[in-house]
């Protein structure tokens, strides 16, 4: 089996889909009707389709590579985006929809373009993973430029909190069992970018730094042309 190539020819290939797919879901959502009854079943409809497919494939995956406590745990970030974009696109909750668009339109998507991943095409391991982190960005486009889930501050809020709730749980989870999930506990012993942000644990000062930072600005033009800071702002009833 290959192995997988920062940039070669199936991690362009992978590149490409994010952004036609990107394009082509708020497409469709502009052809549809964002409010009422039309844009919950849309929603639904591709909640269950994300979910048809990340399910099958994390256990097809596990069954073929077997249990590893090191790697094989559902706890990266980009595994919990997996699941709480399905549930953003069924019910427009206003968490589920704020982490969904700063968790996929930075976090997943630097994974997408500097993956941590051995496995080619097509190995389910690939798969699996381009299907996870390309359906999450998706749905963040969906519900952001297709049917109008705007960001506010109220939503950059739970998103920052949320986020590092998950990082001080990871790193005593990591510290328990001796693994090191969202390489919170050290950097990888491959190169990364993180080779340019300093040793532990200052580089994870500078993530901080960069994540509220990037994602502020992911917020201000929307409160800007919004002129309002409620938060994410659903166009459905739903308020969960």
């Known amino acids: ?10 991690h362009l290939v992978a590149l490409a889909l994010l952004l036609v797919g990107a394009v082509a879901v708020i497409a469709f959502a502009r052809t549809r ?7 919950r079943r849309d929603g639904r409809i591709l909640a269950i389709i994300m979910l048809a497919f990340v399910l099958p494939m994390q256990l097809l995956t596990l069954q073929q590579s ?13 595994d919990l985006a997996a699941l709480v974009a399905p549930y ?8 589920a929809v704020a982490l969904t668009y700063y968790w996929g339109l930075t976090l997943v998507t630097q994974a997408a373009l500097t993956p941590d991943l051995a496995a080619d095409f097509p190995d ?9 982190h390309l359906a999450v960005v998706w749905a963040a486009c969906y519900l952001t430029w297709g049917v109008g889930q705007r960001p506010t501050w109220r939503g950059y809020r739970s998103a920052v909190v949320v986020t590092a709730a998950w990082a001080v749980g990871i790193f005593g989870f990591n510290a328990a069992l001796g693994t090191n999930y969202g390489y919170v506990n050290a ?5 990364s970018v993180l080779d340019y942000l300093g040793d532990w644990p200052y ?3 500078a993530e901080v730094v960069i994540i509220v930072t990037v994602w502020a600005l992911l917020t201000w033009p929307w409160v ?17």
């Open 88 to 95: 953003a696109l069924w019910t427009r909750a206003r968490w």
């Open 124 to 132: 389910p391991v690939y798969l699996l993973f381009w299907g996870m």
């Open 203 to 205: 580089y994870l000062l």
């Open 66 to 78: 077997g249990w590893d406590v090191q790697r094989t745990l559902p706890v990266q970030l980009c």
């Open 1 to 10: 089996m290959d192995r997988f190539s920062l940039y070669g020819a199936s």
């Open 224 to 240: 800007a042309r919004a002129g309002t800071r409620q938060g994410i702002e659903p166009m459905t009833t739903t308020s969960q």
């Open 33 to 39: 009707e964002t409010g009422g009854a039309t844009a």
């Open 187 to 191: 950097k990888p012993n491959a190169a």
